[in-house]
Each structure stands twice: as C-alpha cells, then as structure tokens.
C-alpha cells in the first residue's frame, strides 16, 4: 500500500511511517447557508459572502484520510504555490485551482499573528472589547462566548474551518481575532495564502492536526489520483 502511495519514494514512506502517520486529521466541518437564511442570521451570512467564502465553507464530499497524510507528507512550498505527490502525481496548487474549487483567490491583505502593518488601525483588546456582550467585563482571556452573536459565530467558524485547530475553538488566538477584524469590516483577505501557510504548519509542528480534509480530498479527485479503493 504505502509503494503505491508514494509511488516507491522512500524517503516519503520514512517520513509517514516515522511521523506523518502518527497525527490525526482535524474532524472537517460544512457550514450550511441555508440553514443561517432559516435561523435568520443574516447578518452572518453577509459577514461571510462578502470575502466569497461561501464556496469554501458549504465544501462537501468524499474524504480519503490515508491520502490525505500522504498529501501533507510530501507537501512543499514552490513560489505562492502548495505542491504535493500523491501515488506518484504531481499536484500543483495555484491560485487558479483553489479558484475552481473552492472559490478562494490568491488576492488580498496577508495577515496574521504580527503580520498587521496593513491594518495600522487594528488593536487586538479594544477589538475585543467592541465585540463583547459586555464591554465593561473584566478580561483574563479573549473568549469567543463573551462576543456579541454575529462575531461569535464567525469567531467559531475561523477556528473550526478557516484556520481549524484541534482544540479551544472557544478561546481566541491572535490570528483569529485578526482575520475576524477583517470579516467583520469587509476587508479583503488573501484566503489562498492563509489557506497555504496553515497547510505548512500542520505539517511543520508535531502538534498540530492536518487541516482542510475535504479540500484536501476534492484535489486529490481534480488531479485525477485514483481514490477508487480508499
């Protein structure tokens, strides 16, 4: 199975037995649309067809867990541009292909954790504080179920899709209370790039789960990598 995989590489069979195999895969999320029409959170539903994310969040479909370990063990960075082997197919992921399936572009601010010099305005507390229920609460964490309903929701959406981790979706990291700044003021993100950078990091830290499962598992089915007994 694995020289199949790998198409006989053996520095990507050690890689997967030694490491890549051990780690789990984040539990992949779908958020309905239509279910925020009939709950009447409308406001929601704007805040995220704004930056065309739509496409992304309602992804469904087949997942192939094995080949998604493979994918990430032999995930590389080439230019702006995510490059990976899976059964011996190249799969080379730009911004045209991310389009086509996912409806993201590689357009927009690249931000995150101490990357907002392009948002010189932006001030993680006071944000914070202009989220909440409660402005006047003390503060010993930025929790995301202090926040108004609109934030609050898309505060758990970025920590379970956009930039899914494994644990404590409720407590917001910098890079969450970024990217909900953004949302919440209209601001163009470059999705394709924060997509990519998280991707790498999955792979990079022992401790972090593989993101994006059913993404993943949609490119392994447009490059054509045969998934038939998976």
């Not at 051990?22 to 539903?45: C, G, H, M, Y």
């Not at 179920?145 to 644990?167: C, D, E, K, M, S």
Request: aromatic content about 10%; charged content about 20%; hydrophobic content about 40%.
């Amino acid at each position: 199975m694995l020289e199949s995989w790998f198409a006989g590489d053996e520095e990507g069979i050690n890689a997967y037995i030694h490491e890549m195999s051990r780690k789990q895969i984040n539990i992949p999320k779908v958020l309905d649309f239509n279910w925020l029409k009939s709950e009447k959170l409308a406001e929601t539903r704007v805040a995220l067809k704004h930056p065309k994310l739509k496409k992304l969040l309602e992804l469904t479909g087949n997942v192939y867990p094995d080949l998604v370990k493979v994918f990430y063990t032999n995930l590389t960075l080439d230019g702006t541009n995510i490059v990976s082997y899976v059964k011996g197919i190249k799969m080379k992921v730009t911004s045209d292909v991310l389009n086509y399936v996912a409806g993201i572009k590689y357009a927009g601010l690249k931000v995150g954790k101490g990357n907002t010099s392009r948002i010189q305005e932006f001030n993680k507390l006071q944000y914070y504080k202009s989220c909440m229920r409660t402005p006047t609460q003390s503060i010993s964490r930025f929790h995301a179920g202090h926040l108004n309903l609109t934030p609050r929701l898309v505060a758990y959406i970025i920590a379970w899709q956009l930039i899914p981790r494994g644990t404590n979706h409720v407590v917001l990291h910098e890079e969450d209370l970024i990217l909900l700044y953004c949302i919440m003021n209209q601001i163009k993100v470059n999705w394709v790039f924060i997509i990519n950078e998280h991707m790498l990091k999955s792979k990079r830290l022992a401790d972090y789960r593989f993101p994006y499962a059913i993404l993943v598992s949609k490119l392994i089915d447009f490059f054509g990598v045969d998934a038939s007994n998976e």
